[in-house]
């Protein structure tokens, strides 16, 4: 790992406990270091004064990911997601579902319905997780079409209502 590794302060404040404040007070402090800007916009921080503060135990291999999900690509962010769901940080694990739905993700999709319709992270919202459930379904995601599916045929049953093709026309 080399030293110049740097991400985003967004990525800082999503992968530790800390928030945008706290990491700004540092920096003024100069106990970490505020890299170069892009365009006076993206603040960015030195992976090793990040390190020590992710608030998930990992390893080189998921160090891999946060880089490569810090840098837009929708499948690493899915699978960060994924590492810090699994580790109980459903808080954490909803931004990086988010940012790779955001890009058609729809492995992400599928993460984002589940969690929507346990509550985890997000308020349970059973409409949010149908939308990202049938989003991931459309994209031909096997688990939410199988979800998408359970649902439409316990709505038929509770309902107690005809099938579309049944309804009467008006």
């Given at each position: 790992m080399s030293k110049?590794?740097?991400?985003?302060?967004t990525t800082a404040i999503a992968i530790t406990d800390i928030s945008e404040r706290t990491w700004w007070r540092r920096?003024?402090?100069?106990?970490?270091q505020r890299e170069s800007t892009v365009a006076g916009?993206?603040?960015?921080?030195?992976?090793?004064d990040v390190l020590p503060n992710i608030s998930i135990p990992v390893n080189s291999r998921d160090i891999e990911f946060i880089l490569l999900a810090d840098t837009g690509n929708a499948d690493a962010?899915?699978?960060v997601g994924q590492m810090f769901s699994i580790a109980g940080k459903a808080e954490s694990a909803?931004?990086?579902?988010?940012?790779?739905?955001?890009?058609?993700?729809?492995d992400a999709m599928q993460w984002l319905g589940q969690c929507h319709a346990?509550?985890?992270?997000?308020?349970?919202d059973e409409n949010?997780?149908?939308?990202?459930?049938?989003?991931?379904?459309?994209?031909g995601h096997i688990i939410a079409n199988s979800q998408m599916?359970?649902?439409?045929?316990?709505?038929?049953?509770?309902?107690?209502?005809?099938?579309?093709?049944t309804l009467p026309n008006l």
């Open positions: 110049s590794q740097t991400l985003s302060l920096i003024a402090q100069g106990t970490i916009k993206h603040t960015r921080l030195q992976l090793s962010q899915n699978d909803i931004y990086w579902f988010q940012q790779a739905a955001n890009q058609g993700n729809p346990r509550g985890e992270g997000v308020s349970l949010l997780s149908v939308m990202w459930l049938a989003k991931a379904a459309a994209l599916d359970a649902i439409l045929k316990r709505s038929r049953i509770s309902a107690n209502a005809p099938s579309i093709t």
